[in-house]
């Protein structure tokens, strides 16, 4: 066998992290051909062929498949499947086979449906290859994909200001690396970034900029700083008293997300919710909640913009 140490990034091979990404429902749909003779066909409609019920046999074959594909495709994940189906239709000289798999995980299924497809076409040759010679198994493909953030996009920009509330960033001690996470995470989701400043903990400053942002028509601020309890954390008090509306649920969506990575994440307060047409987000200052921030909320948070004008969910 090669000696693979050696190998450099390009040669490298890895799973995908998914670490960091949310669980969510997920669905997967593929379809393949098998193509037989019309005498095959109709052996398989009669249930005729010495290794019994082909269809059957193959059906399960391909469920089975479905539940052992990241023992066959290497960097696949290990997935917990909640359901698993296939179909069958029956041509005058070929076979479609249609499969569904679900799962509630933080990756999608498609190649366990392709899988479950492929497998089910290998067992209906199997069990016909001794009366048919001209079987082809072809067009093996993903119909449709379903759960993650591809369902979740949005084609809102927000005009969006960061602000980062840091004494020691502010006078030049420290560096500022939340803030820059949360821009560039902000805008691949196409928020238009027209604002950043970093302010000390001061409550009249905080309090001027907020006022300043929503007058010149700001439509999603995002804080980062001034959310735990020391005696210099003063953004909760600054801001909430402005909310004209709380959104709940999505401080609750980025508790519950931090609790599971970090244990003291209970001690942060989160505040979200709306000054008029602005809407406020306020986080931790950490880079980690920054990053665990943008992976909560984007894109799912964007959607808020078009229930604003009455759009549904």
């Known amino acids: 066998m090669g000696n693979f140490s050696h190998l450099d990034k390009k040669g490298a091979v890895r799973m995908v992290d998914v670490t960091d990404k949310n669980v969510s429902n997920r669905t997967a749909r593929a379809e393949g051909q ?9 052996a398989i409609t009669d249930n005729a062929l010495p290794k019994g019920n082909v269809l059957t046999t193959a059906k399960i074959a391909g469920i ?18 909640s359901w698993v189906d296939l ?63 591809s369902d979740q996009r949005s084609d809102f920009s927000p005009k969006t200001a ?12 420290s ?31 905080l309090n001027t900029v907020i006022e300043d942002l929503k007058d010149k028509g700001f439509e999603l601020v995002v804080t980062s700083g001034g959310t735990g309890v020391g005696p210099h954390d003063v953004t909760i008090e ?3 008293p402005l909310l004209t509306q709380r959104l ?14 970090t244990s003291t994440a209970m001690l942060s307060r989160l505040l979200a919710g709306r000054i008029g047409n602005t809407f406020v ?30 759009q549904r969910h």
């Open 34 to 42: 098998i193509g037989l003779l019309p005498a095959t066909i109709a």
């Open 248 to 261: 709940p649920g999505v401080e609750q969506a980025l508790h519950s997300y931090g609790r599971i990575k």
């Open 175 to 205: 560096e500022d690396t939340s803030g820059q996470i949360l821009k560039e995470g902000l805008a691949n989701y196409g928020c238009q970034i027209d604002y950043t400043e970093v302010i000390p903990d001061d409550a009249a400053k």
């Open 64 to 81: 089975q498949a479905a539940k052992k594909t990241a023992e066959l495709i290497p960097l696949c994940h290990q997935l917990n499947l």
């Open 238 to 240: 600054t801001i909430e």
């Open 87 to 149: 179909e069958f239709e029956l041509g005058s000289d070929q076979i479609t086979i249609n499969s569904v798999v679900k799962t509630t995980e933080a990756t999608g299924v498609e190649m366990e449906a392709l899988t479950a497809v492929t497998t089910a076409a290998l067992t209906i040759y199997d069990m016909c290859k001794a009366i048919d010679k001209t079987m082809t198994i072809s067009d093996i493909h993903l119909v449709e994909k379903k759960g993650g953030k």
């Open 281 to 310: 987000i306020c986080l931790p200052g950490s880079p980690g909640a920054a990053k665990d921030a943008i992976t909560v909320l984007m894109p799912s948070f964007l959607h808020v913009f078009s229930m604003v004008i009455g």
């Open 162 to 173: 960061v602000l980062i509330l840091s004494q020691s960033v502010h006078e030049g001690k």
